[in-house]
Structures are given as structure tokens and as C-alpha cells.
T-cell receptor
């Protein structure tokens, strides 16, 4: 099992460009999450999907949209990238909202110039 | 407000020594406290958790201590090995109606050969 797979690993965007970060898990988990990790700060929740067909805002949702494509896949879209969105993005999954047992992907490092 | 933070940004220890990583938290209502390990270029990995009604929990080479009086959490790693070099961060989990996981900032553990 691959666990949680994120693509791409690295991405550089110019301000105003759009892109979609992909995430897939093969653990049959119900819940999926998107976090961002910035220097000097803890991981912050952007959006989450408690189960297939539902999505909810987290702590820092502005500038992002998500799609829970199916049980396996949860994508994060930046419609118009800004330098403030330069960060490392992590996708995670868990069994039905069990935040105590999150499984993280290896991240996407995004730079917006 | 709620916050989870680490006292020191870096910790350097000699291989074979014991490591102690400390964390302060502010949310008295948290139900669980969790330690994560993050190796370079990878996502966070669960190490150990402790329920708020416990003082101590042991795992394989790791021990977590919880002092609710002073809102302090520590991770002890016995016989530190080069493979323990990573960023460690704590998190607190409130499992109430609006379940929330709050991450600390992270401390780098460097193991000297």
C-alpha cells in the first residue's frame, strides 16, 4: 500500500496562475484533509472532507477550493495564486474523522513568485 | 487563545544519550496530546499519544509525560540514534462537538555521532 500520495512534489507558480494539487489514499479512509505548513507555525487546516460528498472549511480556507472526487481522491485548487500561498501543503486521511490517527502524504512544496 | 508551542527551536544530542523535547499547551479542555516526527522531505508521522487523564505513557524507546498542573508535555527518547534526527512537534486534540487538532511549531532534533 502506498498510503497517501501527493502530486506534484514541487511546483513554482507566478502570481495569478492557477493549479490543482492532487491527493489520493489507498487505505479506504472516509476522511481527508488539506494542511499547509509554514516556517515558525504549526500545521494549519485549510479544508477537510469528513466523508465522500462533503467538504468543509478549516482554519485558513481563503484562496482555496477543494473537490472530493471520490472516496480515494481529494484535490486542492488555487484559482489565482498569491505569494502568501507559498508553503508546503500536506494531504492527510483518517478513518471517519479520527483526528488521532492521521496519515500524511509527503507534501507538495509550492512557491509563488 | 488556544496555542500549542515548543520551548526551543533546536536540540542537539550525542548519539546514545537520552533526548527530552518539551512542549507547552494552553487549552485545558484538550482530550489527547500527540507527538509527531517529521523527517526531511516527508510528512508528519505519528509517534505516540497520551490521553488527558494520564500522566505517563511509554512506547518503544519513547515516553510521553503530561503535567496538567503546569500544562506541559514532554517526549523522552531513550538511547537516541541518528535515525531520530528530525523535526518533532506536539499537537493537542479536542474531541468535542467541533473536534479540533492544534499543532505546535516544531523543534529540530540533531543527533551527533
Amino acid at each position: 500500500n502506498a498510503g497517501v500520495t501527493q502530486t506534484p512534489k514541487f511546483q513554482v507558480l507566478k502570481t495569478g496562475q492557477s493549479m490543482t494539487l492532487q491527493c489520493a489514499q489507498d487505505m479506504n479512509h472516509n476522511s481527508m484533509y488539506w494542511y499547509r505548513q509554514d516556517p515558525g507555525m504549526g500545521l494549519r487546516l485549510i479544508y477537510y472532507s469528513a466523508s465522500e460528498g462533503t467538504t468543509d472549511k478549516g482554519e485558513v480556507p481563503n484562496g482555496y477550493n477543494v473537490s472530493r472526487l471520490n472516496k480515494r481522491e481529494f484535490s486542492l485548487r488555487l484559482e489565482s495564486a498569491a505569494p502568501s500561498q507559498t508553503s508546503v501543503y500536506f494531504c492527510a486521511s483518517s478513518v471517519r474523522g479520527a483526528l488521532l490517527s492521521l496519515h500524511f502524504g509527503n507534501g507538495t512544496r509550492l512557491t509563488v513568485t | 487563545g488556544e496555542s500549542v508551542g515548543l520551548h526551543l527551536p533546536t536540540l542537539s544530542v550525542q548519539e546514545g544519550d537520552n533526548s527530552i523535547i518539551n512542549c507547552a499547551y494552553s487549552n485545558s479542555a484538550s482530550d489527547y496530546f500527540i507527538w509527531y516526527k517529521q523527517e526531511s522531505g516527508k510528512g508528519p508521522q505519528f509517534i505516540i499519544d497520551i490521553r488527558s487523564n494520564m500522566d505517563k505513557r511509554q512506547g518503544q524507546r519513547v515516553t510521553v509525560l503530561l503535567n496538567k498542573t503546569v500544562k506541559h508535555l514532554s517526549l523522552q527518547i531513550a538511547a537516541t540514534q541518528p535515525g531520530d534526527s528530525a523535526v518533532y512537534f506536539c499537537a493537542d486534540l479536542n474531541t468535542g462537538a467541533n473536534s479540533k487538532l492544534t499543532f505546535g511549531k516544531g523543534i529540530t532534533l540533531s543527533v551527533r555521532p
